[in-house]
């Protein structure tokens, strides 16, 4: 088993609410045979060996099914019966889905209208409601909270809940296991920043760099400023669905904060060339938001070195779209 580097964390912030490696490790315990250890791959890229953590191959297609196990295995009885309800652009939706059937609970999502095909289809497929929404007009996180209002349901955020980034925080727990070296740097992509709050948390010792599409880099832009700035209004498209969070939570910006994480963004260029190399060179198939942090390495943003694990993090996508995306 590798083990960390030994540079200290900064203390969080000094705020109660935020999760702590504690509930990292707890969640490993909660959520076993739930989820699945996923593969740890080498790459070679110049003179150095990077570490592959594919959490594409999760079960649902991302890393989203850790987390979403985790939340709704706290769950009183009276909450179970009630349901959930969550809202996303499909990787999430689908681990809430495919968390809550194995757990019996009811549950909805709301989903924007423009969600690829192959997350709605998933998300159906594991009996869930879905609600859809514009995401250019309506807000996601009132239509959910409505929902729940009216139901009795709980809401479960897909970034913005301690016990949803202690479970993602798990694969982290599982790299540092797997890795044959020591893990000194973590390349994250980065929506909400549930996953890098999470491993940040797992994995103390190691440099985290979290990599987010241009003109969606507010996470980036807030670790920079030291307060939380939104996504600028005239956002450009991005092909990394995943990807578009308007605004960062408190909770995921306070631990990498905290943890002095770094951001860099990529071009759609860069993603798309991630995706075809992933595809070409190592056979996986790889979803645009789940390949920025492979595109940021491969485009020299952030330079390979010892011990560096780059997350490949969601490969939901469908074949037809997947093959023109790759050519």
């Known amino acids: 088993m590798a083990h960390a ?9 000094g705020n109660d609410n ?7 490790l707890d969640a490993a315990e909660r959520i076993r045979g739930l989820v699945i250890e996923t593969p ?8 150095h060996d990077v570490w592959l953590k594919c959490e594409s191959l999760q079960t649902g297609g991302s890393f989203k099914l850790r987390g979403a196990s985790n939340r709704l295995a706290l769950l009183s009885e009276a909450e179970r019966r009630a349901g959930v309800v969550a ?3 499909g990787n999430h939706a689908q681990g809430v889905a495919i968390a809550a059937r194995r757990l019996n609970i009811p549950a909805t999502i709301v989903m924007p209208a423009d969600a690829p095909a192959p997350k709605v289809a998933g998300t159906r497929a594991q009996g869930a409601e879905i609600v859809f929404y514009d995401r250019a007009s309506e807000d996601r996180v009132a239509i959910s909270r409505a929902l ?7 809401v479960v955020p897909s970034f913005d809940d301690p016990h949803i980034i202690s479970g993602q925080g798990t694969a982290g727990l599982e790299l540092v296991a797997q890795c044959p070296e020591s893990v000194r740097r973590i390349v994250i992509c980065c929506g909400g920043g549930g996953l890098a709050a999470g491993v940040a948390l797992a994995v103390p010792g190691a440099e985290i760099v979290v990599v987010e599409p241009e003109g969606w880099d507010d996470m980036r832009r807030s670790l920079e400023l030291g307060r939380i700035v939104p996504v600028v209004a005239d956002a450009p498209p991005t092909a990394c669905d995943a990807l578009q969070t308007p605004v960062v939570s408190p909770l995921t910006f306070g631990v990498l904060q905290a943890r002095g994480a770094t951001g860099v963004s990529v071009s759609e260029d860069d993603v798309r060339a991630a ?3 992933a595809w070409k060179e190592l056979d996986l198939m790889v979803e645009p938001g789940g390949s920025a942090a492979l ?22 996508m469908d074949p037809a779209t997947h093959a023109a995306w790759v050519a």
Do not use: H, I, W
Request: hydrophobic share 45%; charged share 15%.
């Open 5 to 13: 580097c030994t540079v200290s964390a900064k203390p969080l912030m």
């Open 18 to 24: 935020l999760p702590t490696r504690a509930q990292v």
């Open 40 to 47: 740890l791959r080498r790459l070679r890229l110049g003179d």
């Open 87 to 89: 809202f996303s652009s």
């Open 148 to 154: 729940a209002a009216e139901r009795g349901a709980v």
């Open 275 to 277: 995706g075809r190399f």
């Open 295 to 316: 595109a940021a390495v491969l485009a020299g943003k952030v330079a390979p070195g010892p011990g560096t694990v780059v997350m490949v993090t969601g490969g939901n």
